[in-house]
């Protein structure tokens, strides 16, 4: 598959940027007061382990010019802020990418005032911080977003449900379709639990009993329910920017040929912390399953080796031979007990139909909960932290790619690391701005070693 041409993102872009509108809207008027021109710093969050985007902004009182809708007091005190208050939110990186637009518009940014903390207070001047979230998260405490009614189907139809009819969302929705089925009663559990358990039970298509495991997430283009699989395949999830890191100290310097940015920081680090990742169980399981319907007691081992799936890097990582125990069924390192869950909450019009299925599993542990288990830990095998230029076109869910110096005595080496250089998952990632620049900081994951492909073109045949 062919790459589309990418605008490069020169290091000057780590210039201060633009905060274009940051509007508060009162909740006792809904008068509204702008404070852009007391904003000292703000950071906008976006992780594929977070349930909805957040910013934090510290802003200066004494900046903010005094208005009527203030009662020509400071905006603290005068519109006042005492939580959950509507903001509008609109900034602009230096290639001219802009979040958020116009109220009512599809690119509307509007959060919601979470926490107030004032930092510096006298009777001169203050300093503010306010922690912002997203209207769903809120939403997700109260009692009438809970999830109720018993769901059957098939898991993807039902998260779209849960986000249409519980949390009420007009935003954007991607949702993968997962290739199992799952009937459950939610006991009137709040909407982003049950979303968070049903990833885990959620199993790609056509990969049941080769791999499972989702994310569901927010970005400001919307809210996402992924596969991990499907987000490390570069077929279904292009790379979206190509990152090099060098020591080169002039920072306009013309970027080399087939990169897009030029990387501020680069930190390497291997999380693999063999003790604890073989006591989560990364590489082998076992799971004991007993049917309470015929008596049936089942041991199944299985090893990451086995499993049919899409990794960023050339290689899971291969621990040493001589720590494997002699004997069949004895590598395991983390065992779950499960009574299976047959011949309850079947489907059907009558009697006869739910019948006939009275003897069908409703969740096929064997095959779906350890190949989860697993595939969540192997995917923070290999984790880097990268700071850029502001750069608005990337998400917490892109992947990158990303090369730097391979470690050689030789200082004039040119080759790039072969070990940690290739294709990331952008797992954490942060917009941060303030009046002596712009970047975007980044925690990149992977589930596996070795450059894959190369920097130029997709590791996927044209």
Known sequence: ???????????????????????????????????????????????????????????????????????????????????????????????????????????????????????????????????????????????????????????????????KDNLKTIKKL?????????????????????????????????????????????????????????????????????????????????????????????IKDNKIHVQEKFKMGFQSTRIITYNPFNGYYQVKNTQADTMEVDTAGKELPVMNKELNMEGEGKNYTRTTYYVTDTGTLNTGNNAEEQLKKSQQDNFDYSQIENQAIRRYNQLYSSETTVTIAGDFTLHAGDTVFIDGPELKTNIKNDDVDKQHGGLYLISDLVHFLDNKGTWTKMNLVRDSFGRKGNHSTSSIIS
């Open 174 to 266: 991607d949702i993968e379709e997962t290739e199992n089925n799952f009937n459950f009663i939610p006991a009137n559990k709040k909407p982003m639990y049950i979303l968070d358990w049903l990833s885990k039970k959620s199993v790609p298509k056509g990969k049941m009993g080769k791999s499972a495991g989702f994310f569901f997430w927010e970005t400001s283009e919307g809210f996402h329910f992924k596969s991990i699989d499907s987000l490390l395949d570069e077929e279904k999830n292009p790379r979206k920017k190509r990152i090099i890191f060098n020591d080169t100290t002039n920072k306009y310097a013309d970027m080399p040929a087939g990169y897009h940015v030029k990387a501020i920081e680069y």
């Open 1 to 163: 598959m062919a790459e589309k041409t990418q605008t490069t993102v020169p290091t000057e872009n780590a210039l201060a940027s633009t905060i274009n509108d940051f509007q508060i809207i009162s909740n006792k008027t809904e008068q509204e007061v702008g404070i852009t021109g007391g904003i000292v710093e703000m950071s906008y969050y976006e992780s594929i382990r977070q349930n909805t985007v957040r910013v934090n902004v510290i802003y200066a009182d004494s900046g903010v010019v005094p208005s009527k809708a203030t009662n020509y007091k400071s905006v603290m005190e005068g519109l006042p802020i005492v939580g959950s208050e509507k903001c509008g939110i609109k900034f602009t990186d230096n290639n001219g990418v802009t979040l958020g637009g116009a109220h009512g518009t599809a690119k509307e940014l509007s959060l919601f005032v979470n926490k107030v903390t004032p930092i510096v207070g006298d009777s001169r001047k203050s300093m503010i911080s306010l922690d912002l979230v997203s209207k769903e998260f809120i939403q997700n405490e109260k009692g009438g977003t809970r999830v109720v009614k018993r769901m059957d189907g098939k898991i993807s139809d039902n998260i779209t449900k849960i986000f």
